[in-house]
C-alpha cells in the first residue's frame, strides 16, 4: 500500500483480473488516499502519470469493480491535477464525465451529451484544476466494436468519431454515470443498485456494455480534430520530455513550424490552460519528486534549478501554495522516513 493510504475495505481484493493489468489482482476495491505522493505511486503502477495542479493538500478516494476482461474506476479528488498515459493494445477506454468531471480530457472540453473514447495505443490526457471526479472503464475494443455494430447496425466510429462517443442527450449521459456508479457501491445503496458483484464476469460485462451503448447514439458527421489540437498535443510531449531543458515556449513554437499564437490558441482551447502554466506545474511536481527521495542529499536550490525554477523565492512560494508545504518541510519529511 502507497504512503499515505488511510482506509480501505477489509479483506476485499481483486480477484482473477488477466486481460487488463495484472497489478490490479492486489488492491483493494475501496480505497482513500492522503496525499498526492500516494495516488501518483498508484498510478504509476499502470503506467499513468499523475500530478498535482491544483492548491492545496490533495485527498483522494478509489472504488474498484473488475472482471478478468474490464476494468470499472471510480475516483474523487478535492484537488485538480493532470493524468495522462496510453491505451494497451487491444483495449480501449471510456471515461463517463460527471457534473463534477474534468475540465478537460483527451480531445478538449467534453460537451454535455459526450462521453470520451479512447482507443488501443492512443494517448489520453485528462486535467482539472479544481476537484473533480473520473468514472471510467477500460475492455476489449473489438468487443465493443462488435456490440456497436449488433445494437446499431453502424461501426463504432460512428459512435464515437474523433474521441468522443456520441449520447443521445445530456440526460443519457447523467443515466449511464448514475448506473455505473450504483455498481460500483460496496454496500448497494440507493436505487438502481444491479448487484454485480454476485454475477459472473460474463454477465458483469455484458450489463456494462449494455449501458454504454444504450446511451450511445450513432451521430450525424464525424466531428474532425482540428489541426491545432494535433499542433498542443505534440507541443505538449515536447515539453513533457524536454522538462529540465531551457525549451522556451517560442523555440518549441519554431520546431513545430507554427506561429506562437496559433499553438498558444490551440493549447489553451485543447488543455484549458496556458502551456507555460502547464510546463510550470509538471516542473512543481519534478521538483517535489525529488525532494522526497530520501537518499538524495542535493540542496532545495539545486532541485530548483535542475527543474528550470532559478527564482529560488518565487520557487518557494509557489511550491507552497500548490502543496501547503514548504520545500524544505518536504525534504525534512523524506529525511525522517530514512
Same mark, same amino acid.
Given at each position: 500500500?502507497?504512503?499515505?493510504?488511510?482506509?480501505?475495505r477489509?479483506?476485499?481484493s481483486?480477484?482473477?483480473?488477466k486481460?487488463?493489468?495484472?497489478?490490479?489482482?492486489?488492491?483493494?476495491?475501496?480505497?482513500?488516499y492522503?496525499?498526492v505522493?500516494?495516488?501518483?505511486a498508484?498510478?504509476?503502477?499502470q503506467?499513468v502519470?499523475f500530478?498535482?495542479?491544483?492548491?492545496?493538500?490533495?485527498?483522494?478516494?478509489?472504488?474498484?469493480?473488475?472482471t478478468?476482461?474490464?476494468?470499472?474506476?471510480?475516483?474523487?479528488?478535492?484537488?485538480?491535477?493532470?493524468?495522462?498515459?496510453?491505451?494497451?493494445?487491444g483495449?480501449?477506454?471510456v471515461?463517463?464525465?460527471?457534473?463534477?468531471?474534468?475540465?478537460?480530457?483527451?480531445?478538449?472540453?467534453?460537451?454535455?451529451?459526450?462521453?470520451v473514447?479512447?482507443?488501443?495505443?492512443?494517448d489520453?490526457?485528462?486535467?482539472s484544476?479544481r476537484?473533480?471526479?473520473?468514472?471510467?472503464?477500460?475492455?476489449?475494443?473489438?468487443?465493443?466494436?462488435?456490440a456497436?455494430?449488433?445494437?446499431w447496425?453502424?461501426?463504432?466510429?460512428?459512435?464515437a468519431?474523433?474521441?468522443?462517443?456520441g449520447?443521445?442527450?445530456?440526460?443519457?449521459?447523467?443515466? $449511464?454515470h448514475?448506473? =455505473? !456508479?450504483a +455498481?460500483?457501491?460496496?454496500e #448497494? @445503496?440507493?436505487? *438502481?443498485? &444491479?448487484?454485480?458483484?454476485? %454475477?459472473?464476469d460474463?454477465e458483469?460485462?455484458?450489463?456494462?456494455?449494455?449501458?454504454l451503448?444504450?446511451?450511445?447514439?450513432?451521430?450525424?458527421?464525424?466531428?474532425?480534430?482540428?489541426?491545432?489540437?494535433?499542433?498542443?498535443?505534440?507541443?505538449?510531449?515536447m515539453?513533457?520530455?524536454?522538462l529540465?531543458?531551457?525549451?522556451?515556449?517560442?523555440?518549441?513554437?519554431?520546431? $513545430?513550424?507554427?506561429? =506562437? !499564437?496559433? +499553438?498558444?490558441?490551440?493549447? #489553451? @482551447?485543447?488543455? *484549458?490552460? &496556458?502551456?507555460?502554466?502547464? %510546463?510550470?506545474s509538471?516542473?512543481?511536481?519534478?521538483?517535489r519528486r525529488?525532494?522526497?527521495?530520501?537518499?538524495?542529499?542535493?540542496s532545495?536550490?539545486?532541485?530548483a534549478?535542475?527543474?528550470?525554477?532559478?527564482?529560488?523565492?518565487?520557487f518557494?512560494?509557489?511550491?507552497?501554495r500548490?502543496f501547503?508545504e514548504?520545500?524544505?518541510?518536504?525534504?525534512?519529511t523524506?529525511?525522517?522516513?530514512?
Amino acid at each position: 500500500m502507497g504512503q499515505g493510504q488511510r482506509a480501505a475495505r477489509p479483506g476485499a481484493s481483486i480477484q482473477g483480473l488477466k486481460v487488463i493489468d495484472e497489478y490490479l489482482s492486489s488492491l483493494p476495491l475501496q480505497a482513500q488516499y492522503d496525499d498526492v505522493e500516494a495516488v501518483s505511486a498508484l498510478a504509476a503502477r499502470q503506467d499513468v502519470r499523475f500530478e498535482q495542479l491544483g492548491s492545496g493538500r490533495m485527498r483522494s478516494s478509489y472504488s474498484l469493480l473488475t472482471t478478468r476482461n474490464m476494468h470499472v474506476s471510480d475516483s474523487v479528488h478535492t484537488v485538480g491535477a493532470i493524468a495522462r498515459g496510453s491505451v494497451g493494445k487491444g483495449l480501449c477506454m471510456v471515461g463517463v464525465p460527471g457534473d463534477d468531471g474534468p475540465e478537460r480530457s483527451t480531445g478538449g472540453r467534453v460537451a454535455k451529451g459526450d462521453c470520451v473514447l479512447v482507443r488501443s495505443g492512443q494517448d489520453y490526457l485528462s486535467l482539472s484544476r479544481r476537484p473533480f471526479r473520473a468514472l471510467s472503464v477500460v475492455l476489449s475494443q473489438s468487443r465493443l466494436e462488435e456490440a456497436a455494430e449488433a445494437t446499431w447496425g453502424v461501426p463504432l466510429l460512428t459512435l464515437a468519431p474523433g474521441y468522443r462517443l456520441g449520447l443521445a442527450d445530456p440526460g443519457a449521459r447523467r443515466w $449511464l454515470h448514475h448506473e =455505473l !456508479r450504483a +455498481l460500483l457501491s460496496p454496500e #448497494g @445503496e440507493g436505487p *438502481g443498485f &444491479t448487484h454485480l458483484r454476485r %454475477r459472473t464476469d460474463a454477465e458483469t460485462e455484458e450489463t456494462v456494455i449494455e449501458a454504454l451503448l444504450r446511451a450511445a447514439r450513432p451521430q450525424p458527421e464525424r466531428r474532425r480534430d482540428p489541426g491545432r489540437f494535433a499542433l498542443a498535443r505534440r507541443a505538449e510531449a515536447m515539453v513533457r520530455d524536454n522538462l529540465a531543458e531551457d525549451l522556451s515556449i517560442t523555440r518549441c513554437a519554431a520546431y $513545430l513550424g507554427t506561429p =506562437l !499564437r496559433t +499553438l498558444e490558441l490551440g493549447f #489553451g @482551447e485543447l488543455y *484549458g490552460i &496556458t502551456l507555460r502554466q502547464y %510546463r510550470h506545474s509538471l516542473r512543481l511536481n519534478a521538483a517535489r519528486r525529488d525532494l522526497l527521495l530520501p537518499a538524495r542529499e542535493d540542496s532545495v536550490g539545486t532541485v530548483a534549478v535542475r527543474w528550470g525554477l532559478y527564482h529560488l523565492g518565487r520557487f518557494s512560494t509557489e511550491y507552497r501554495r500548490m502543496f501547503g508545504e514548504s520545500p524544505s518541510e518536504t525534504r525534512r519529511t523524506a529525511r525522517r522516513t530514512r
